[in-house]
């Protein structure tokens, strides 16, 4: 018997319109709860990020 590769990964897309957050913004970090930072209509995992975030932003 020959051995098959399993190349198909199955991709698993569990976008549940929650209207909660569950990424951060800049890091992509999965946010725990109230943990995370909400600033200007995006959430991020913490204040850093949002900084950082805002850096790239006048950078560009
Ligand atoms: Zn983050």
């Known amino acids: 018997m ?6 198909a990964e199955p991709t698993k ?3 549940k319109p929650e ?3 569950r990424n951060c913004a800049f890091c992509n970090k ?3 709860r109230r943990s995370w ?3 200007n209509g995006k ?3 913490k204040k850093k ?3 950082e975030e805002q850096k ?3 950078k560009a």
């Open 2 to 7: 020959a051995e098959e590769k399993k190349t």
């Open 13 to 15: 897309t569990e976008t």
């Open 19 to 21: 209207g909660k957050p």
């Open 30 to 32: 999965v946010l725990k």
């Open 37 to 39: 930072y909400y600033r």
């Open 43 to 45: 959430y991020y995992c």
């Open 49 to 51: 990020c949002w900084q």
């Open 56 to 58: 790239k932003l006048k």
